[in-house]
């Protein structure tokens, strides 16, 4: 989970260095031949528009694996731990029997006969808890702060504790730009370097809250029930 949190931020943190370079120009776009400007003054600003535009795309791709790798991970530890439906906490099991349904109507469970199930969960009260779990059906392309928080107490660990407003505004504008109903460029005009910026940071760092508060539920045990707990 943290190192591929910390390899997508990395590319984040270096696509951005390059935005603020063309932005501020101490980095010139020069054609290799001629060593001179490879593009108009109103060209380099329609290709820095479209640079700022694809960073929320980046960002929204680092928020929903980021949610989808903190949940899974919790599914890994419980798997680790061989860890029983009777032992989880009820918001786990709830979770559980979520994954359970939600395998039987998607057909995994459906098609097969008794023996084959039976063979499937062959030790029910753990495989249960883990083998129904599937990363696809973590979020589905809706992740903003408050879906976040909203997933911190179906699961029981403690809500991220940061500013996580803008992450509705990475959200919003790269649904914008999938679904086409704003172009990069009037993106890129929207977000000047600096509110790019504040963006990048509030994003990476309420992220950043969520991987450290997950990481403290699975140290100390919070998906079992409180009565077994060490």
Do not use: W
Not at 17 to 33: G, H, R, Y
């Amino acid at each position: 989970m943290q190192e591929d949190f910390q390899a997508r931020v990395e590319q984040i943190e270096a696509y951005f260095a390059f935005i603020e370079s063309i932005d501020s120009e101490t980095v010139l776009l020069t054609s290799k031949d001629r060593k001179e400007s490879a593009y108009s003054t109103s060209r380099r600003e329609d290709l820095l528009r479209t640079f700022k535009a694809n960073l929320f795309l980046m960002l929204y791709n680092l928020m929903e694996a980021t949610v989808k790798n903190a949940v899974e991970t919790i599914f890994d530890e419980l798997d680790r731990q061989n860890i029983s439906f009777d032992s989880c906490r009820s918001e786990v099991k709830q979770e559980v029997l979520k994954n359970l349904r939600n395998c039987h109507n998607k057909s995994h469970l459906e098609s097969r006969n008794v023996t084959d199930v039976l063979h499937l969960f062959k030790h029910f009260s753990t495989d249960a808890v883990t083998k129904t779990f599937q990363r696809t059906e973590v979020v589905s392309g809706n992740v903003d702060a408050r879906e976040i928080r909203e997933i911190a107490d179906r699961y029981g660990f403690d809500r991220p504790a940061a500013d996580g407003d803008l992450l509705l505004t990475v959200k919003t504008t790269r649904n914008d730009l999938a679904h086409g109903d704003k172009s990069f460029a009037e993106v890129g005009r929207d977000f000047d370097v600096p509110r790019l910026k504040d963006v990048k940071n509030k994003t990476i760092d309420y992220l950043s809250k969520l991987i450290s508060s997950v990481a403290d539920y699975i140290t100390q045990r919070h998906y079992l029930a409180v009565t077994d707990r060490p």
